[in-house]
């Protein structure tokens, strides 16, 4: 039921927003340049790399020895604003339609991650990752690591049709109240680097 959803909404969502898109990718090939769409490899479903789709938000810079420079240099008036709207994920839409993602569920994120994750934290993979999901509606960036990791666990545990229709719901609240875009003092969010339970985990281990 769930991947009959995630194909009924994303093809919809493609095909009404489909303007919208057309209209954001020609903005930031004006405001940014190319490459418009954002490529990562994110880790899926039980961890299966897949490569995810975004618009792109920052500038290609780097210092005088060739080093990128911080998301907050990087990141423009303009690109501040496609993240604050989630323009930016539109093309998520397709990962959804492919099966790489989800509308709902806990959010892809860096392959490095994955060896820094808890044997609990680790339970977020079994399920596909979403464009939206419980950490996102409950506070996005302005939630610790930690925060964010317990939330996505519980959806893991409690996922149901009522619970998905209910993050929509208060996504689209989110998205326009603007809420917990950025980390306190951050352009973004701060790298993940490890918790204290992973190191528990790897206590055990030895």
Request: charged share 25%; glycine share 8%.
């Amino acid at each position: 039921m769930k991947r009959l959803i995630d194909v009924v909404f994303s093809a919809l969502g493609l095909l009404l927003l489909s303007p919208l898109m057309v209209i954001t990718y020609l903005l930031v090939r004006y405001y940014l340049g190319g490459p418009v769409l954002f490529r990562q490899v994110r880790p899926g479903f039980q961890g299966k790399p897949f490569e995810m789709l975004k618009f792109r938000t920052m500038l290609d810079g780097v210092d005088a020895n060739g080093v990128q420079l911080p998301d907050s240099e990087r990141l423009t008036k303009f690109g501040r604003f496609l993240r604050s709207s989630s323009l930016d994920e539109l093309p998520g839409l397709i990962n959804v339609l492919k099966g790489d993602m989800s509308i709902v569920g806990p959010r892809p994120l860096l392959m490095s991650y994955l060896p820094l994750y808890s044997t609990e934290q680790n339970r977020r993979h079994l399920v596909r990752p979403g464009v939206t999901g419980l950490a996102q509606v409950s506070g996005r960036n302005s939630l610790s690591w930690e925060e964010k990791f317990r939330l996505d666990v519980w959806y893991v545990d409690n996922q149901s049709l009522v619970l998905d229709l209910k993050i929509i719901f208060l996504t689209f609240k989110k998205v326009f109240l603007r809420e917990g875009i950025n980390q306190e003092g951050q352009a973004t969010m701060e790298a993940f680097k490890g918790s204290t339970d992973n190191a528990i985990d790897n206590g055990k281990k030895k």
